[in-house]
């Protein structure tokens, strides 16, 4: 018999579903070791660990099998707590939500905690007054009173109403109720403008989760929000995971935007954390959008949440102009830019104002072929083309890692006679200079943007007019806020439109609209040009006129009658393998159980599709397969995961498969 162990409750960073304990030692026990880092062994290996509670032994439920083996915590890693025990809870809600490996969601919501250096706000000096419009006082006085309680908001507002203007008077609202806010924007470029706006009013009380800080000063911004030394946080999605105290506020901007959704293990949406933080928490939660999500705004209808709309642009400055360029009708040539826009553009530089080209597609162009054989330039390692980057004279996979020198010759026959298909970014930037010689012209797109600051740089030129033409995926479409920009002009919206995704109306409506409304932000009357093969299609000419309420209304029946989401929960499950044999056993297997359990299926009105080969059937050298799930809640859809994961789990070779699981996937290639 020994004395009755003090045991620790640890996660690893495993793929596993369960929590590990260990014994803390007698030299341990007069410290309180919750909520820190510890170093343990882990089979052969010795890892970090994180104590999620501690446990007398007889508390212990889980069958501790072979106690002999229970092992000692060897130290332990951090002198405070470094994380909160709602933060637990919520950990918790979400590896059963997602059916995630709980260690995987405790990590991924812990930064790596270096030793922390000071993060200097470039901002906090700006301070500045505003004045909200009727409109916005308007909206705040709705959600006033519902600051720190469990409620849900949409507000719905076009380009340019002023949004932010309204975040903030909820946010200093919070403040005066000494509570804390999570203010999260989706892309990481829009993170310094959202930054700089609430740094004019709330300098150091703010401290910024981005993962473009270094490890120390990530670690200084997480400290100083556990401290509650800051008490508005403003990041991109894993902000959701920020260990603030008495939260009484979180914002999605741009809540429509598919970067919420995580595409790794735990493959959480920020939306859904946030629904879940805000009940658990008591905070409010608000959804910003111009086109919010199909989701939300169903939402709104079936009363579960309250929108509240702007319907006028701040100061009252008229949507742009929009025309379509029919493509059918007006050829473009060998440059790709019909003569109406190339007219268009040469007008807004001789006025000296700005221009931005939206075009969805990095690279120069999206593949190569040799005119003589035919012969396509594949990725190696996966089943799809090749992305020829100019700059770099580098061809590259966009699944994988894999990059290879660009050809002189083709592989194939050693003729010369390489062409290039389609085009990019890099391309248009080519294009254009060659046509505008004097331009001053710059590209933004996640090639620029991964250099350091280098978004940040580009969008700084474009607000101090030091260059006169800003071309993009994207990234330029979304919420910037650039005075001069008098003219948009949008390419091929087909490359969105044409994706396999029951949500590439929604995304194209939501991207167009997005991209136009940049057009004349202040005194001027802004202009855009759609320039597309595809000029009847709704969502496009529903974009011209931003009229999202028209739009809704037809997606809504498209999802109702093809059984999409709102109307079904969606789930999927991917196995892949290098070994195309094992996986092949393992559909055998899949396909026996789930065959008996059709009926079964049927009558819980669950349609469960696969296993099939995923449309990309090869990625980076594995073979890939996937499970489509469709069911009438997330109750019904989970314990079809769970059943599958077991199916999974009881194959003999499942050691040669990864299991891949996402609930409420956004893409499913
Ligand atoms: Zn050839
Ligand atoms: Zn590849």
Redesign the pocket.
Known sequence: MHEPWLLAEVVLNVPLHSTFYYIIPKELQDQDIALKRVAVHFGRREDIGFVMRILKEEDVTTDLRDLKSVKEIESVLDAQPIFTSDLISLGETVAEYYHAPIGEVIFTMLPPLKEPKHFTNPYISDQKDFTPNEEQQQAFDIMKDSVGTASTFLLQGVTGSGKTEVYKLLARECLLKNKSSIILVPEIALTDQTLRRFSEEFGSNIALFHSKLSPAERSSEWLRVLKGDAKIVIGPRSAIFAPVKDLGLIILDEEHDPSYKAMDSPRYHARGVAFMRSKKEKALLLFGSATPSIESRYASDQGLITKIQLINRFNNIPLPEVQIVDLKEEKTGNTFLSETLFKKLVDTLAQQKQSLIFLNRRGYSPSLLCQDCGFFFK?P??D?GMTWHKRDGKVK?R??E?EDSAPNNCPECGGFNIKDVGHGTEKLEDSLQTLLPAARILRLDLDTAKKKNGSDKVLKAMRDHEADILVGTQMIAKGHDIANITLVGALFPEIMLSLPDFRASERTFSLLSQAIGRAGRRDTQGYAIIQTYLADHFAVQLAITQDYEQFYKQEIQIRKEFNYPPFVRMGRIVFRSTDENTLTQLNYHLKKYLKKEKSNFQAHQLEVLGPSPCPIER??NYYRYHILMKAKNHASMLRVIKFIYKLYKGFPSKDKIKIEIDVDPTQIL
Do not use: A, E, K, M
């Open positions: 990725c390692n996966c799809i996979c699944y994988c894999f990625i980076n």
